[in-house]
Nanobody, 125 residues
Framework: EVQLVESGGGLVQAGGSLRLSCAAS????????IGWFRQAPGKEREGVSSISSSDGHTQYADSVKGRFTISCDNAKTTVYLQMNSLKPEDTAVYYC??????????????????WGQGTHVIVSS
């Protein structure tokens, strides 16, 4: 059974950092794109970042460029999102998702095939 499990969320003050993890169960990330998305209360889900497991190409939403970094472990079973200089507007439920290689954070959410359950990030001002 394919599963994605996010962890690492929590409450942090503005300017702080968190590292989110997305662990794959039942498969590896080989030949997939892995994306991070977030959804704030009352807002649509938006893409944050993505990484290609085949060539390591990374993409970011403009709102997080220079602050967030996505990476994948060598075993291609865990993807991380290092979030620095967090702002209150980063508060959301963060989800990881897997889709065909080449997808990015700007692609429609329905293009992604598998989703995790989400992890909450709250940034206080």
């Amino acid at each position: 059974e394919v599963q994605l499990v996010e962890s690492g969320g929590g409450l942090v003050q503005a300017g702080g950092s968190l590292r989110l993890s997305c662990a794959a169960s039942g498969f590896t990330f080989e030949d997939y794109a892995i994306g991070w998305f977030r959804q704030a209360p009352g807002k649509e889900r938006e893409g944050v970042s993505s990484i290609s497991s085949s060539d390591g190409h990374t993409q970011y939403a403009d709102s997080v460029k220079g602050r967030f970094t996505i990476s994948c472990d060598n075993a291609k079973t865990t993807v991380y999102l290092q979030m620095n200089s967090l702002k209150p507007e980063d508060t959301a439920v963060y989800y990881c998702a897997v889709g065909k290689d080449g997808l990015g954070p700007h692609d429609p959410v329905y293009e992604y095939d598998y989703w995790g359950q989400g992890t909450h990030v709250i940034v206080s001002s």
